[in-house]
């Protein structure tokens, strides 16, 4: 198979970028998507260009770290599924494949196809999680949770936190990433404890990282290659109220002695 | 080389807790005063780091990655093993370390392989109390499977992505620690050298993966959970990043490595498909639970797979291993689907494949039942290869995955550089010559939730805080090291780009250092790897810059070093004359072609230390001693 590949190339942050345009030759059906843009870097390499950058690590689908917005959509045409498990077969030899980094101004360009997702765990760092130090905990079956609320919890934990959602959202909203987590644990009892204040801080965060909000376009679910169900930004949104209309604590505050 | 493990006194079923009671201790309002480094943020190095941070100790944590949740641990599949004897099935502690000692094939240290099965409960605690949504059961208890190479069903699990699961925990944890300040966190950071002054490990030297800049960063303590370095066979099932750089650097710093030669290779990998390919992709080895494997018995059988009848299928792990049939170890299935390949009775287009086949479990549990358990791996499968395993079996072939070798630690987990901890994957010390499914994340997770946080601490309290600031000349000329080699791999200008030069290395690994060895091959692997170094140096390739974002200036970095460390691995195999666990060696097999140990003369580990590149490496032995488990010989036939 032959591609034209038509590729965002940046200096770095705040430099212009502009497309190039490429030729890839003889390509097997069983190659992925990285795999041909590795062959593409290689053969710049001879021929002395600097090699596109793209973030990849496992290669399976599971690290989050691989991003690509291709022919316009994150991670490409296939439903479910990231950037490197694509494969040259889903593409029609002769195409023109137009690759751009993620779109958003919470996540600037750091140089061609990278960018940064730091947002992401100033986010997480912001609260979601369980505040529980290593040590002797309590014996887990001593808190038994429905077969059904573990699995939903694990539906909504299984964010890879790639940020396609953001990409695909025409706000840039980080709403159903920040709900995954949120909904993870505040179905579950030991996020309880924590849950409303844990919506509270990571709601302000995702504003404060320049996130857009949300519309209800729901282009994150459809670009998400964990098909997370944006049924969990409905139940951040609700807890959030929730903690809105609560009394104001303070956990670190003085506690009131008796 | 000092190599006295400092065991404790006591039974072996004492010991951790004797261990305990008489490790000295930093107290709490002292504790801030101590800065430990962790390199690397897995399962490993996010728990400790996390830990000791909660404890009060001032932590920075390093990795290459853009965020800690990046790191390879993300990928695990199949569970964790905890001794927890829910299923009434006879589980126990002594159970579980008598399934990891033989797992291992007797070349672990025996007390902390027991420490280890000890402290598995804690870490499902640790878990569920973190909010790791682990399986559960209709009436709400947590569910569990069995894994390989086992006769009790101990592993917990979530779906097929208990790895990420439980490093979003350990994650979690850090990312507490980080919004209380207590932990800095260094991302896109590359740890290129560790500094050590006046015989201790005192910091280390960093690289910023986007602006080249080198930083210098002073501490009490390093660890080190770098994990393996299985990508020195260019093709495995670990992350394209994953490298062997922090721990060989160490080792040239003084750090014993050992038993460099003891890496597994996972039997349940998808085939490779051509030239082109990157990496290889693991299928949790939990389908082997229902997958049956097999190939036709004739070698030029033609027709297509539901035409082949039940008397032509040879079902070899099954025939000979009636016992154990699919759920043999690691080793012994890679090693027979070698053979059966080798043979000529392969599948697929290449012919080094085998069937793993799920038709008579979906005949007998139905439809539902089998989606239940594998529905994500089924996807996987079918997202590459184009087929679906509900139509037709999956092809898989074995491949690198784990290694087992790693820097020599103590009972402390430090290294033979005082001061220099190594947690995880990146350390020897739990898993022998094999290791059993669903160890890995619980060893990573023991030492770095409750093992290296104490011991850390003993070792802190016998030496003054902040002693040694980045002003000390050992690390500008650490700096200026590492600053000459990245301009050395610059300059080079040649013709050969560094994928094509690990991939070399890589072929050449897998076939004289692979599922099974031999002194010709590893010999011949001894002259050429030096050859194939001296290319490197010369032919190399790498344009752009030292100054920007230079993905091939990374992974040039991390190939000199798998080509300098490519060479002891072959040492170390060609000297160890046995074969045990997943070091087959073609000269010492059992009539039946299964491994034959040879106790008298290498029941201990293997440690090298480094003698700079022109002398060879020195060998010291660790002798293992076997008292709570006496020696057999291990066999999964009867």
Not at chain 1, 109 to 138: C, E, I, N, W
Not at chain 2, 221 to 229: K, M, N, P
Request: charge should be negative; aromatic fraction near 8%.
């Amino acid at each position: 198979m032959n591609f034209v590949l038509k590729i965002w190339r940046q200096e770095g942050t705040g430099s212009g970028g502009a497309f190039s345009h490429y030729e890839v030759r003889d390509v097997e059906p069983t190659v992925s998507f990285l795999e041909m843009l590795d062959t593409l870097n290689e053969e710049l390499t001879e021929s002395g260009q600097e090699p596109v950058a793209f973030d990849s690590d496992c290669r399976e689908g599971i690290c989050g770290m691989c991003s690509l917005v291709i022919n316009g959509q994150p991670h490409g045409p296939i439903p479910g599924t990231t950037t490197c498990q694509l494969y040259m077969r889903h593409f029609s030899d002769g195409e023109e494949i137009t690759i751009e980094p993620w779109r958003s101004s919470a996540f600037p360009v750091l140089r061609d196809l990278v960018v940064d997702r730091s947002a992401f765990d100033r986010v997480m760092q912001a609260g979601g999680y369980v505040t529980v130090h290593s040590g002797p905990k309590p014996e887990p079956n001593s808190i038994p949770i429905e077969p059904e609320v573990a699995e939903e919890a694990l539906d909504a934990a299984c964010c890879i936190g790639c940020g396609a959602c953001v990409a695909a959202c025409p706000n840039g909203a980080a709403m159903l990433y920040t709900s995954a987590k949120v909904s993870h644990l505040a179905l579950l009892p030991q996020g309880q404890p924590e849950r409303y204040a844990r919506v509270t801080a990571m709601v302000e965060q995702m504003e404060e990282e320049g996130f857009g909000s949300c519309r209800n376009y729901a282009e994150c679910e459809a670009a998400c290659p964990k098909e997370i169900s944006i049924k969990f930004i409905g139940r951040m949104n609700r807890d959030y109220l929730r903690a809105a209309l609560r009394e104001p604590i303070n956990p670190r505050g003085k506690m009131e002695s008796q | 080389m000092d190599l006295d493990a400092r065991i404790p006194s006591a039974p072996i079923e004492f010991m951790w807790d004797t261990h305990k009671e008489h490790l000295r201790l930093v107290g709490p309002r002292n504790r801030p005063k101590y800065r430990i480094l962790v390199v690397g943020s897995g399962l490993a190095g996010a728990s400790a780091a996390a830990s000791m941070a909660a404890m009060g100790y001032r932590v920075d944590c390093f990795c290459f990655q853009d965020s800690p949740r990046r790191a390879h641990s993300i990928a695990a599949q199949g569970g964790i093993n905890a001794a927890k004897d829910y299923r009434n099935d006879g589980d126990s502690i002594y159970r579980l370390f008598y399934d990891t000692q033989k797992g291992g094939d007797y070349r672990s240290r025996e007390a902390n392989v027991w420490r280890l099965a000890e402290l598995s409960t804690a870490i499902i605690d640790q878990a569920v109390a973190q909010g790791v949504p682990f399986a559960r059961e209709y009436g709400g208890l947590l569910a569990n499977r069995s894994f390989g190479g086992v006769l009790v069903e101990r592993t917990f699990y979530c779906r097929g992505e208990t790895g990420q699961q439980l490093l979003l925990g350990a994650c979690s944890a850090l990312a507490e620690q980080i919004h209380a300040g207590s932990v800095t966190m260094h991302t896109r950071s590359e740890m290129l050298d560790v500094v050590v002054i006046d015989g201790r490990a005192r910091g280390i030297v960093v690289r910023d993966l986007l602006t080249g800049k080198l930083s210098s960063h002073a501490a009490d303590a390093v660890v080190l959970a770098t994990g393996g370095y299985s990508n020195v066979y260019y093709l495995s099932t670990n992350a394209k990043g994953c490298n062997v750089t922090a721990t060989w650097r160490a080792h040239k710093r003084g750090a014993g490595f050992a038993n460099p030669c003891f890496n597994q290779i996972h039997p349940t990998c998808i085939p490779v498909a051509g030239e082109h390919q990157s990496k290889l992709t693991l299928m949790s080895e939990s389908l082997r639970n229902d997958g049956r494997i097999w190939v036709p018995r004739q070698a030029s059988e033609s027709r297509s797979v539901d035409e082949i009848p039940e008397s032509d299928r040879y079902y070899y792990l099954e025939e000979r291993y009636p016992r154990f049939g699919n759920l043999v170890p690691r080793d012994v299935a890679s090693r027979n689907a070698k053979e059966v390949c080798d043979q000529g009775l392969g599948v697929g287009s290449s012919g080094l494949g085998v069937y793993l086949d799920f038709r008579d479990a979906i005949s007998e549990y139905g439809h539902d039942a089998i989606g239940a358990r594998y529905e994500n791996l089924f996807e996987m499968y079918e997202r590459i290869t184009g087929e679906s395993p509900w139509n037709a079996p999956m092809r898989i072939y074995p491949a690198p995955h784990y290694t087992m070798g790693g820097l020599w630690v103590d009972y402390d987990l430090m290294t033979t550089v005082p001061g220099l901890f190594a947690i995880g994957e990146a350390n020897f010390s739990d898993h022998g010559a094999n290791r059993l499914g669903a160890s890995s994340m619980m060893q990573c997770l023991a030492d770095g939730y409750f093992i290296v946080p104490l011991t850390i601490g003993d070792y802190l309290s016998r030496h003054p805080s902040g002693d040694v600031t980045t002003d000390h000349a050992a690390f500008s000329d650490s700096e200026t090291e590492v600053r000459d080699r990245t301009e050395r791999l610059l300059s080079i200008q040649g013709t050969q780009t560094v994928e094509s030069l690990h991939r070399e290395l890589g072929r050449l690994m897998w076939q004289d250092c692979g599922i099974a060895r031999n002194a010709d091959g590893l010999s011949r692997a001894l002259d050429e790897i030096p050859k194939l170094r001296e290319r490197f140096w010369n032919e190399l390739r790498i344009v752009g810059s030292g100054e920007t974002l230079n993905q091939s200036l990374e992974h040039a970095g991390r190939l000199a070093d798998f080509l300098e460390f490519a060479e002891l691995m072959c040492r170390d195999a060609l000297v160890r004359d046995e074969s045990c666990g997943c070091h087959f060696r073609e000269e010492h097999q059992t009539s039946e072609g299964e491994t034959l140990r040879n106790d008298r003369d290498f029941s201990h580990v293997s440690v090298w230390e480094h003698r700079g590149m022109d002398h060879d490496p020195k060998l010291h032995r660790e002798a293992l001693t076997f008292e709570a488990l006496p020696l057999a010989q291990r066999n999964y036939k009867t």
